[in-house]
């Protein structure tokens, strides 16, 4: 199946579990409650664009998919809008989500050090470095650590943003009592 579409049921399974773990990782290591996102706040204009910035890495990804690029490009890209469009709709989200990258970033490239350390030669085989830029970073293709810091940006803020919460109370609370 990779063959043919880039996909495969590895991958598939790969990106639910890295998608839990960027979503939770922030929130687990900060151990910051969650609350709702007042009224107020839902109803200031830039939330109009809530929708599109949660699915804008999804459709840009399927517009992106078609050009001739390994397909780690347009997810990087993909990701990178996500994490942008999240922080424009929602500003708490800015810190968090950068924060959250780098975060995931390091975890991300921890694992991939692993791959590297533990199984010599298995990136050179697996990987088709011959479709990257070129060059590894300690053994790892660069575009993995960018693909790491994207997703990292985009799912630390997805639950919150999903659901109307918000981890970052000192804000909410600073702008309910017209501080902000």
Same mark, same amino acid.
């Given at each position: 199946?990779?063959?043919?579409?880039?996909?495969?049921?590895?991958s598939l399974?790969?990106?639910f579990a890295?998608?839990g773990?960027?979503?939770?990782?922030?929130n687990?290591l900060t151990?910051r409650p969650?609350?709702p996102?007042d009224a107020?706040e839902?109803s200031?204009?830039?939330?109009?664009f809530h929708a +599109? &910035? =949660?699915?804008?890495?999804? @459709?840009?990804?399927?517009?992106?998919?078609v $050009?001739p690029w390994?397909p780690?490009?347009?997810?990087?890209?993909?990701m990178?809008i996500?994490?942008i469009?999240?922080?424009i709709?929602?500003?708490?989200l800015?810190?968090?989500g950068?924060?959250?990258?780098?975060?995931f970033l390091i975890?991300?490239?921890?694992?991939?050090l692993?791959?590297v350390?533990?199984?010599?030669?298995?990136?050179?085989q697996?990987?088709?470095? +011959? &479709? =990257?830029?070129?060059g590894? @970073?300690?053994?790892?293709p660069?575009?993995? $650590?960018?693909?790491?810091f994207?997703f990292?940006?985009?799912?630390?803020?997805?639950?919150e943003?999903?659901?109307?919460r918000?981890?970052?109370?000192l804000?909410?609370?600073a702008?309910q009592?017209?501080g902000?």
């Amino acid at each position: 199946m990779a063959q043919r579409t880039g996909f495969d049921i590895e991958s598939l399974i790969f990106s639910f579990a890295i998608g839990g773990i960027g979503t939770v990782l922030y929130n687990a290591l900060t151990k910051r409650p969650f609350g709702p996102v007042d009224a107020a706040e839902r109803s200031r204009p830039l939330h109009r664009f809530h929708a +599109a &910035a =949660l699915w804008a890495p999804f @459709v840009m990804f399927a517009v992106l998919y078609v $050009l001739p690029w390994n397909p780690i490009y347009p997810a990087i890209l993909c990701m990178a809008i996500g994490g942008i469009a999240s922080a424009i709709c929602r500003p708490d989200l800015r810190v968090k989500g950068l924060v959250g990258a780098t975060v995931f970033l390091i975890l991300y490239a921890l694992f991939m050090l692993g791959l590297v350390w533990l199984t010599p030669g298995y990136i050179p085989q697996v990987w088709n470095l +011959a &479709a =990257l830029r070129g060059g590894l @970073v300690g053994g790892i293709p660069p575009e993995e $650590l960018l693909f790491g810091f994207s997703f990292g940006w985009y799912w630390t803020g997805v639950y919150e943003h999903f659901t109307w919460r918000t981890s970052a109370t000192l804000v909410v609370t600073a702008r309910q009592a017209g501080g902000l």
